[in-house]
């Protein structure tokens, strides 16, 4: 048997910026009636023949993307063996959203799985991902599980395109799952901070939203200013989660500097998640931060990042820097200091 390659032409924040090639990964596809899969590479088994014609669709076992406007994509394309072919919808809005939202998404959701691997809603069910809804415009939305896109508008872009606002509405969900109810809580601000924060780390640009309203310039940045509560508490809800966001990314800097960008990545995000899984509301997440970094059961006698967790946190009003919550900072008290000297 002899495999052929489907690569996906997407932006790689939005559609006026820059584009990338990347593969389609667990893409359904049906050749001769019988369905199958693309892997991770983007490949899948053709069978003997040089050729065939195959039927691809915006779906598969981990992300199904569904169309509000119409049918849902579905395109019937020649496959040469041992060939590539990359799909480019790119000038087409309703076609080219099924397409960039199912490769978002599909990042979004490998990602989480590598900070959540035993979290049930990733591993169970394909994500839903609603595109090209007609009913409004300059939004987008997660209603704790699916995640829901409007067309674009003379002001805004079609947000299922921008790379940024999938990530981040995958990251509401992500933290409505994530909940450990009776310890943690939805808080809306805390989830906007959250997912701005994810949108950030996975795209490794604190400024989210890139393309939102038509320019490179973002919707939100988490490292333009430090966001502090209580002084910067608001009625939007995701101005106030700049707090957290701003706090979080202050501290995934940090920890690269101290343990290289893949390992202070994954740490970060890793704090990240527990946050989500306990905190009830922004300024509990300074404790559930400590407690995802000890490393003995004790928070008392501190954590392995204590200073560097207080020093991002006290940036934005979470943490006090003298005392830090439930233990303090390390000090040195009654050190007396000698020195013989002759005459």
Known sequence: FVTSKVQLYTPERWPGGAMMESPA??????????TQYTDGSGELEIGEAESVVATLETTGPGVDVRNAAGADFSLEQELLAGG?????????????????????????????????????WLQDDALNVIVNMEDGNCNAYSDGTDIHFYAGSNQCSNTARLNDVVMHEFGHSFHAHAIIWGAGDFDGALSEGGSDYWSATVNDDPGMGRGFFRSNSPLRHLDNRNYSWPDDIASDTHQTGLIFGGAMWDL?????????????????????????????DIPSTYVEVLV????????????????????????????????????????IDNLKVSVTTSS
């Open 292 to 331: 995802v970094d000890d490393d003995d059961g004790d928070l008392s006698n501190g954590t392995p990042n204590l200073c560097t967790i207080v020093d991002a946190f006290a940036l934005h009003g979470l943490a006090d820097p003298e005392i830090s919550g439930v233990m303090g900072r390390p000090s």
């Open 84 to 120: 590539s072919f990359t799909l480019d919808r790119s000038d087409n809005e309703y076609d080219d959203a099924q397409i960039s939202s199912f490769q978002a998404a599909t990042i979004a959701k490998n990602q989480a799985q590598i900070v959540a691997p035993d979290m049930r």
């Open 25 to 34: 990964q667990d893409m359904k596809t049906r050749i001769d009636g019988s």
């Open 252 to 280: 995934r800097k940090k920890l690269i500097e101290q343990m290289g960008a893949e390992a202070g990545r994954a740490h970060t995000d890793q704090l990240l998640y527990g946050a989500l899984q306990r905190a009830s």
